[in-house]
C-alpha cells in the first residue's frame, strides 16, 4: 500500500486551527486586563505593570464559527482596499502597458544584454516595495528567460531578477498595500512611521540582490559548466526557446501606453503623499491628508477608471476586467478576514491582555534589541507556516506590536521585522505556493534553488538583524 505524502495544510486551515486553539485556551487562561494610556483612543497602549484578573469568557463552537464572519466585519476597510487594488492592477495588465514597458527596456539594451540584470532587477525591486508585486510577476517568467538563455545565461538568472527582485523589495516596502499597509494598521500607526528605516535596508537590499546575481551570471556566461542547472541546459534551451512568448510578441510601447504608465506611477505616489504625515516631518507647503485605506479605495478606482478611458475599454469590458482582478486577490481578502477572527476571539475572551502580561513577563530585564532581533526570528518561524503577508499581519499584529511597548521600542520596527522576515521566507519556504509554482514554471528543483539563495539569503538575514539592532540603539 503506497503511502500518502505530507502536505503541509493551507494558510486558511492554519488559521482556523489557531481559532480553535484560542478558543480552547480562553476556557484555560485566566481573564486580565491593563490600564491604558488614554482608553479611547483607537490605538490602545497599555500601561506597563498594571495588569490585573477580570472574569473571563470561555469562547464555544458558536464563537469559533462567527470569528471569520465577525474579522470581515472589523476588517472590512481592508478588504474593500485590496480588492480594489486587484480590480486596479488587472485593468493596467489588461492594457498591455507594463509588459510593453518591460519589452522596451528588453529592446533598448539589445546587444548588450549584462545590462538587463540591474536594470530589470531594479525595475521588479521598486515594484515589490512600491506595491508588493508578486503574483503579478508570473506573465514575465516565459518571457524574459528566453532573452536571457539566448543572451548565455540560465534559468536561475531569470528567476534571481524576477522572483528575487521582488522579493528584496517587498523585504524593504516603502507602500506594500498587502503587508506594510495592513501590518501598521494593525499596529495601529501610521505606514509611514520606520520608513527611513526601510530605506536604509532597501539600499543594501537591492544592491546586493544585483552584485550576487550579476557575479552568478557572468561565471555561467563565461563557463556554462558551472550553471548550477547545467545537466538540463539544453532541454531548457529547446523548452523554453519554442513555448509560446518571446520577445517579438511583446506589445509596442505606444503613447496610450506611456500615458497609462504615467497614470499606473502618479496613482501611487498620490497614495503616499497622501498617507504622509507632512507635519510631523516638518514639511508644511502643502496640508497632511491623514488619508487610509477609504480613501486609497477612491483614489485606485479613479485611477482604474481613468485607465479605461486611455484604453478606450467599453464599461463592459472595463466592469469584466475590474472584477476578475478583484476576484484574483479573493483569496487574500478572505484570509484577512479569517485571520482576523483570532483577534476577535481572544479579545472576546478577555485573554489577549493575559497573553500580552505573559510576554511582558518575558520581556522583564530583556534589553530593546535583544526584543527587536527575537522579533525579527520569531517572524521566520510564523512565515514558515503562515506565509501569506497579508494573513500573518492580520494574525499577529495585535498581539506583537503592543509588546514592543513593553520593550520601549517603536512598534515601527515590529512591522518592518515582520515584513523583512515574511518576504524572506517567501524565496524558500515550501509551504509558500507562489514559489513552488515558479519553480514548476522554470523547471528548477526546490533542492537547486535552495542551493542557489542560500548562503545569500543568510547573508541578508543577518543584515537585516545589524540594521534593526542599529536602529533600536539610535532610536530607542
Known amino acids: 500500500m503506497e503511502k500518502k505524502k505530507f502536505k503541509m495544510p493551507s494558510s486558511y486551515v492554519i488559521i482556523m486551527a489557531i481559532v480553535i486553539l484560542v478558543a480552547i485556551l480562553s476556557w484555560v487562561l485566566p481573564g486580565g486586563a491593563y490600564d491604558y494610556v488614554d482608553p479611547e483612543a483607537s490605538t490602545l497602549e497599555p500601561i506597563a505593570g498594571t495588569y490585573h484578573e477580570v472574569e473571563s469568557h470561555p469562547q464555544g463552537i458558536t464563537e469559533v464559527i462567527m470569528s471569520p464572519i465577525n474579522g470581515f466585519m472589523d476588517a472590512v476597510d481592508i478588504i474593500l482596499y485590496t480588492l480594489v487594488i486587484g480590480g486596479f492592477l488587472a485593468v493596467v495588465m489588461k492594457t498591455g502597458a507594463i509588459d510593453a514597458g518591460i519589452g522596451a527596456i528588453i529592446r533598448k539594451l539589445k546587444g548588450r544584454e549584462r545590462l538587463l540584470i540591474p536594470v530589470l532587477m531594479l525595475v521588479f525591486s521598486i515594484a515589490g516595495a512600491a506595491f508588493g508585486i508578486e503574483e503579478e510577476t508570473l506573465p514575465f517568467f516565459p518571457v524574459l528567460i528566453p532573452v536571457l538563455l539566448a543572451a548565455g545565461y540560465d534559468t536561475l538568472v531569470g528567476l534571481s531578477i524576477i522572483k528575487m527582485g521582488a522579493a528584496l523589495g517587498v523585504m524593504g516596502s516603502i507602500a506594500n498595500p498587502f503587508a506594510v499597509a495592513i501590518a501598521s494598521r494593525f499596529a495601529g500607526i501610521s505606514m509611514t512611521d520606520g520608513i527611513a528605516i526601510r530605506l536604509v535596508l532597501l539600499a543594501i537590499y537591492i544592491p546586493a540582490g544585483i552584485i550576487f546575481t550579476m557575479r552568478y551570471a557572468e561565471k555561467v556566461r563565461k563557463d556554462p559548466t558551472k550553471s548550477l542547472v547545467y545537466a538540463q541546459a539544453e532541454e531548457n534551451k529547446k523548452f523554453f526557446l519554442k513555448s509560446g512568448s ?86 487574500v481578502a478572505v484570509i484577512i478576514g479569517v485571520a482576523r477572527g483570532v483577534s476577535i476571539v481572544m479579545n472576546d475572551a478577555q485573554i489577549t491582555d493575559t497573553i500580552l502580561h505573559f510576554g511582558e513577563s518575558l520581556l522583564v530585564n530583556t534589553s530593546s534589541v535583544l526584543f527587536t532581533v527575537a522579533t525579527y526570528l520569531i517572524y521566520l518561524v510564523l512565515s514558515f507556516f503562515v506565509p501569506s503577508s497579508s494573513g500573518l499581519a492580520t494574525l499577529s499584529m495585535g498581539i506583537m506590536a503592543p509588546l514592543a511597548d513593553f520593550a520601549g521600542v517603536g512598534r515601527e520596527l515590529v512591522v518592518i521585522a515582520y515584513a523583512a522576515a515574511n518576504s524572506m521566507l517567501a524565496l524558500v519556504a515550501p509551504t509558500c505556493g507562489l514559489l513552488m509554482g515558479v519553480l514548476e514554471m522554470t523547471r528548477t528543483s526546490y533542492i537547486t534553488w535552495m542551493k542557489f539563495v542560500g548562503k545569500f539569503l543568510l547573508l541578508i538575514a543577518l543584515i537585516t538583524i545589524v540594521v534593526l539592532s542599529g536602529a533600536t540603539i539610535l532610536l530607542y
Open 246 to 331: 518571446d520577445l517579438d510578441n511583446m506589445p509596442e510601447l505606444t503613447g496610450k501606453r506611456k500615458l497609462i504608465l504615467l497614470v499606473f506611477g502618479i496613482s501611487f505616489l498620490i497614495m503616499i503623499w497622501g498617507v504622509l504625515s507632512w507635519a510631523d516631518l516638518g514639511i508644511t507647503i502643502w496640508p497632511t491628508m491623514g488619508w487610509w485605506f477609504p480613501e486609497l479605495c477612491g483614489v485606485f478606482l479613479t485611477a482604474s477608471v481613468i485607465v479605461a478611458i486611455i484604453a478606450r475599454m467599453s464599461s463592459d469590458d472595463f466592469i469584466d476586467t475590474f472584477l476578475n482582478g478583484a476576484k484574483d486577490l479573493m483569496g
